[in-house]
């Protein structure tokens, strides 16, 4: 069931809560009904002032980046309310405050269930005891063992390459050999010991793929489940379309990851509040990050590469 | 091809952003933004989600799977979605406002009138916020309680068990299945704890490699936790075959029990329990404990043993009547009615048996041991009762 989800600056309980008074006036703001704890939309914050409002639409503003819509709002007061215009114009200077922005976020969201569950497949005594002595991070990774693409970085840490695997494709190496040898592997890898805790910081899985190996290859497992379904394959017609027709979702996640200009807002779920982070997007995805996409040290993305930019460019010629 | 391809993408997300963002119509009507899901957001942290999480993973996969997991740590994830909402921000300018009837510009016939431009901006946001937050530990299944039995022998002042495995749990038989983990000493309380958030309660043998815990007192135990000061030793499946004596090598024989051989002083009653443990240490549940007593008589030992059942803290109450022992026959003035004007003509309200004048409502009389000394007070309170007979007149 989709949720109502509100800035809580929008949920009042009086005009003199409203942020903007005007729209107090002539407009809506959200009210939440005790009865049943369901927002009431409602317009009986009126004052009874204001007799008409009208809103001729402008034309909008397209000769920035993001085009911006206009519109002019004419209003008239009750005459038998007001005693001159002195009173009229402070009524007006109190209602409609210039230059300042009003926010508006109210969307309608189904939230996601998730379960969680720990599966213990069998006993590996010698692969347990290792993980009592190496960090989380060093340990093996299903996703990186898992991953079907082509990505040396991915396979290197996922298999702990050794010297010794040179001769071999990584993905012929099995589940058991990888656990068996597991001690061997980190003190053999092929780059420095700390590199596979580093780059396992912040994980991006951002493909829908098949895995190459089954989970029920290892001894244990911990599994999310998330109710609501894969994102892949999206329809032109969403929202997100652009993103992954374009490849930028790498740039995006990366670019929420790396953002310390978040904002925290408070938004009404339901009856709760909740605190949520958020990120100007389109700060984000005009920025140079947009362009440059360079893995940091701390960072690990399973996306396939090189293939579907030239695949793009050259549809689009 | 890079900066082409991100001119391009600009250009449809503008006309994407543009599409989806409201008018300020639509704002007042409070409708709803368009918002997507856009991914999730997996914090991983160890032991505590106080400090930086070790991990976090971004997805756009409706599940996740990690084996990233030490044995006997506990885990902390915070899921958190990240929603992509075609918001709006909206800001008044050029505000006309009537100063007098008379207003040459004024876009209206009437008196009081006002102007304002009104621009809307989409406002495209990410938004995080955690929609679920769950602990998990590794920690190996624990076995049931072993199986012991014992045998002596006559000629030698020992006591032997031999210990299996017990595969079934109660729940099999529609039972209720006891609690897996067995809290006995300090450090079982935290295995007990991290074993709670593994998911799976139920005793099982795949992590059992054949060690049991021998527990010994030699004192009746009132309570199990008084066996947590008894432990003697572990024990596991496998003996020592060989004799150097012989040049025989000695060489480490799995079977499928293990063995424990106790000399204990004769003619005394001690009391055993037994764990099994896992591999890694995880206990099981303490038998019941067993009285063992080797008795020695003037050319051979024998075993006595029974189940020993821990005493029951019983609570007592000890009455006894005192119609025979005790008679008390109160003064005749008691004995009337406090308003008797005649036999037929009286009455009798709740406090009047105790005192007449009203001075009090309880009596207490004082008995005194004649042989002792002692004393002992009975506080006498009345309760009437009216039957019939007070309605009657």
């Known amino acids: 069931m989709s949720t109502q989800i509100v800035d809580s600056e929008n949920v009042i309980r009086s005009l003199n809560e409203a942020p903007d008074k005007l729209r107090a006036e002539i407009g809506n703001y959200y009210r939440l009904n005790p009865a049943n704890n369901q927002y009431t939309l409602i317009g009986s914050f009126s004052s009874g002032k204001i007799k008409t409002a009208t809103i001729e639409d402008q034309l909008p503003n397209d000769q920035v980046l993001i085009p911006i819509k206009k519109a002019t709002i004419t209003i008239e007061g009750e005459e038998h309310v007001f005693r001159d215009h002195v009173q009229w114009n402070e009524y007006i200077a109190q209602t409609i405050t210039e230059n300042r922005q009003f926010l508006d976020h109210t969307f309608s969201f189904t939230q996601p269930t998730v379960t969680n569950q720990f599966i213990k497949n069998f006993h590996h005594p010698e692969y347990e005891d290792n993980t009592k002595i190496y960090p989380s991070n060093q340990l093996l990774n299903y996703n990186l063992i898992s991953y079907p693409w082509d990505s040396q970085k991915v396979k290197d840490i996922g298999y702990l390459r050794t010297q010794f695997d ?56 911990y599994e999310k489940k998330f109710s609501t379904g894969q994102l892949l394959p999206v329809p032109p017609q969403s929202s997100l379309y652009p993103l992954f027709q374009y490849k930028k979702l790498k740039n995006l996640f990366q670019s929420i990851k790396k953002d310390l200009s978040f904002s925290l807002r408070t938004f009404n779920i339901g009856r709760n509040q909740a605190q949520a982070k958020v990120y100007n997007a389109i700060s984000l995805l005009t920025s140079t990050s947009l362009v440059r996409f360079s893995e940091a040290t701390d960072e690990l993305f399973c996306y396939q590469k090189a293939k579907q930019t030239t695949a793009i460019f050259r549809k689009d010629l | 091809m890079n900066q082409l391809n991100a001119v391009r993408f600009l250009a449809d997300m503008r006309s994407q952003v543009d599409q989806s963002s409201r008018d300020i119509k639509q704002i007042y009507n409070n409708e ?57 921000s909206y800001s008044y300018t050029n505000l006309q406002v009537a100063q007098s009837e008379a207003d040459p510009g004024a876009p209206t016939s009437e008196k009081y009138w006002a102007t304002v431009d009104v621009e809307c901006q989409p406002s495209f946001q990410i938004l995080e916020y955690e929609i679920d937050s769950h602990e998990v530990a590794f920690i190996d299944t624990p076995m049931l309680m072993p199986h012991a039995t014992l045998y002596g022998r006559k000629d030698k002042p020992f006591v032997n068990f031999m210990l299996q495995p017990r595969f079934f749990t109660l729940g099999d038989f529609g039972q209720e299945d006891p609690a897996p983990v067995g809290i006995l000493r300090p450090s079982d309380e935290r295995i ?202």
């Open chain 2, 32 to 88: 709803n933004c368009e918002s997507f899901l856009l991914g999730y957001k997996i914090e991983k942290y160890l032991d505590n989600s106080a400090t930086q999480p070790i991990q976090t993973y971004y997805t756009i996969e409706n599940n996740l799977i990690d084996t990233q997991i030490k044995y006997g740590r506990k885990y902390i994830y915070k899921t958190k979605a990240l929603v992509g909402i075609f918001g709006s």
């Open chain 2, 192 to 393: 007990a704890d991290l074993y709670e958030l593994s998911g799976d309660l139920r005793a099982s043998p795949d992590y059992f490699t054949g060690i049991y815990e021998v527990y010994r007192l030699d004192t009746p135990p009132m309570t199990k936790e008084d066996f947590a000061n008894g432990f003697l030793t572990t024990v596991d499946e496998s003996v020592d075959v060989g004799n150097l004596d012989k040049n025989i090598p000695i060489d480490r024989w799995e079977i499928d029990y293990a063995r424990f051989t106790d000399r204990i002083i004769p003619n005394k009653k001690y009391y055993y329990a037994f764990r099994s443990l896992t591999y890694h240490g995880t206990p099981s549940q303490l038998t019941e404990p067993i009285e063992v007593e080797l008795q020695q008589d003037s050319d051979e030992f024998k075993i006595v043993s029974k189940h020993y059942s821990y005493p029951q803290q019983n609570t007592y109450t000890y009455n006894k009547k005192a119609k025979r022992l005790i008679k008390i026959t109160p003064n005749i003035e008691r004995l009337l009615f406090s308003k008797e004007e005649s036999k037929d003509d009286w009455e009798l309200d709740e406090g009047e048996l105790v005192s007449s004048d009203g001075s009090g409502k309880a009596f207490k009389i004082r008995i005194t041991s004649k042989h002792t000394g002692k004393k002992m007070d009975l506080n006498i309170t009345f309760k009437l009762n009216k039957d019939d007979t007070f309605n009657q007149t």
């Open chain 1, 166 to 221: 040179d001769q071999l494709p990584t993905n012929l190496v099995s589940s058991s050999v990888l656990l068996n040898e597991f001690p061997n592997r980190i003190a053999n890898y092929t780059g420095s010991i700390e590199e596979i805790s580093l780059k396992q910081r912040h994980i991006f899985d951002l493909d829908a793929s098949s895995p190459i190996k089954s989970k029920e290859d290892f001894p244990f497992y």
